[in-house]
């Protein structure tokens, strides 16, 4: 993946890919490639192995292109893991699983598999790392792109290009090799809606839309406080809800989705559940409308369900 100087248009931001940028459609959404390495055709590189992203040159991750094969025959699980900076560092959004049939002699007419993030948010320049698992009647292997070969040269420092590790032992592994054939799809966030964030949770009230704007700040004792991390669920196909999270992307601490009750009483409802005695304030917003509305909850109080069914007007 060459880099290449960012230039602005005023349609688009070029983004630092192999063969250029092109749009694509996604339902309601634009969507750019953000990396697009080419591929080799063959399968060769075992499952096993790690991919690195140095560099990901842009906002969000809505999906990733990889090809596969395998040494024998029948209906494969295959699921795609991508966490920021490390192999065990925070997923991205939730892995990814498709099941595929790959034919006798795949590993030479390699299976093309698009997995969906669903528009996860990603800060500009961060390191990411792509780990893959499988189960089946036998071993898979993906597409280690053009060119790719053991005697590669160690990568530039800093990398520039995605590349092989050995495996996915944190926190990076060792590096195997350079070029892997993929191709990584973000949403195009123009045109208005909240814009996703660590920190900012998007809320769909139609396909893609992103109307509504949620973060949460939390406040325990007299030191730990700062704002609450976001997990978007739309990869789940779930957009109109998501999760926070404060002290470990493992333990959730609330739920939270607002729904369309138009035909109900001409208002958008607000549900949210936090498991928590921890003392917090969640902010909703209609970018639409512009109106924000408020919840709190006091340090060491057990957190109550709030249900508002007047939260925002239609439409």
Same mark, same amino acid.
């Given at each position: ?25 996604? %339902? ?75 034919? /006798? ?38 597409? %280690? %792109? ?6 590669? /040269? ?67 004792? /007299? ?91 239609? /439409?």
């Amino acid at each position: 993946m060459e880099s290449q100087r960012r230039r602005r248009t005023s349609l688009f931001v070029a983004l630092s890919v192999c063969f250029g940028v092109s749009w694509l459609s996604a %339902g309601p959404l634009r969507a750019s490639v953000v990396d697009a390495c080419p591929f080799a055709g063959v399968a060769t590189e075992p499952i096993t192995r790690g991919v690195i992203v140095p560099v990901f040159e842009g906002t969000n991750l809505r999906s990733m292109e990889l090809r596969y094969g395998a040494n024998n025959p029948g209906t494969y699980s295959i699921t795609v893991e991508v966490h920021h900076l490390t192999f065990d560092g925070p997923l991205v959004a939730a892995p990814q699983t498709a099941y595929v049939t790959l034919a /006798p002699y795949s590993m030479y007419n390699v299976v093309p598999i698009t997995f969906d993030f669903g528009g996860a948010p990603v800060p500009d320049g961060e390191m990411l790392a792509i780990r893959q698992t499988a189960t089946g009647p036998g071993q898979v292997y993906f597409d %280690g %792109g053009m060119g790719a070969s053991p005697t590669d /040269p160690q990568p530039p420092t800093p990398p520039a290009e995605a590349y092989e590790t050995v495996d996915t032992t944190p926190p990076l592994s060792a590096y195997q090799k350079a070029r892997v054939g993929l191709t990584l799809v973000q949403d195009d966030l123009t045109g208005g809606g909240c814009i996703p964030s660590v920190n900012t949770l998007c809320i769909d009230n139609v396909p893609g839309d992103r109307r509504f704007e949620v973060t949460m700040d939390f406040s325990h004792g /007299p030191s730990l406080k700062g704002p609450a991390f976001a997990v978007s669920t739309a990869s789940l196909g779930v957009s109109n809800g998501g999760l926070f999270w404060f002290f470990s992307q493992r333990n959730p601490e609330m739920l939270v989705k607002v729904l369309n009750a138009c035909s109900l009483n001409n208002r958008f409802w607000v549900f949210f559940n936090a498991g928590t005695n921890v003392g917090f304030t969640v902010r909703v917003k209609d970018t639409s409308t512009g109106q924000v509305k408020t919840y709190l909850n006091p340090d060491n109080n057990t957190a109550q369900p709030i249900q508002d069914t007047s939260a925002f007007i239609c /439409p």
